[in-house]
């Protein structure tokens, strides 16, 4: 069982800085992880995601602010959020799963692994 404990999330101003952290059982060192969000009334949406080895990918609308990186040795996810703008404003999660997450969101498959979300708010 792979546990997924998000946290960090907040207000915070346009252009400012938020870091998401997701704590992650010790199995998940072995995972490839990612992070999505879902705005109100919005589907749920890649964001970013990392492999074991530390090849990151990101969603055009975040490439150049955000930056996913992780800790094998703990293990934790993290998401550094910088030029924030409202409309990156929702609920962010944190997820896992044996196989590329790439791959998954390009075969419109889940990854299998999720945690609970955490709220960003970014107000102009």
């Known amino acids: 069982q792979v546990h997924l404990v998000e946290s960090g999330g907040g207000s915070a101003q346009a252009g400012g800085s938020l870091r998401l952290s997701c704590a992650a059982s010790?199995?998940?060192?072995?995972?490839?992880m990612g992070w999505f969000r879902q705005a109100p009334e919005k589907e749920r949406e890649w964001v970013a995601s990392?492999?074991?080895?530390?090849?990151?990918g990101y969603a055009d609308s975040v490439k150049g602010r955000f930056a996913v990186s992780r800790d094998n040795a703990k293990p934790t996810l993290y998401l550094l959020m910088n030029n924030l703008k409202p409309e990156d404003s929702a609920i962010y999660y944190c997820?896992?799963?044996?196989?590329?997450?790439?791959?998954?969101?390009?075969?419109?498959?889940?990854?299998?692994?999720w945690g609970q979300g955490t709220q960003v708010t970014v107000s102009s």
């Open positions: 997820a896992a799963d044996p196989d590329s997450i790439r791959d998954k969101i390009r075969n419109n498959r889940n990854p299998r692994y």
């Open positions: 990392i492999t074991t080895r530390g090849s990151a």
């Open positions: 010790q199995v998940a060192f072995n995972l490839a």
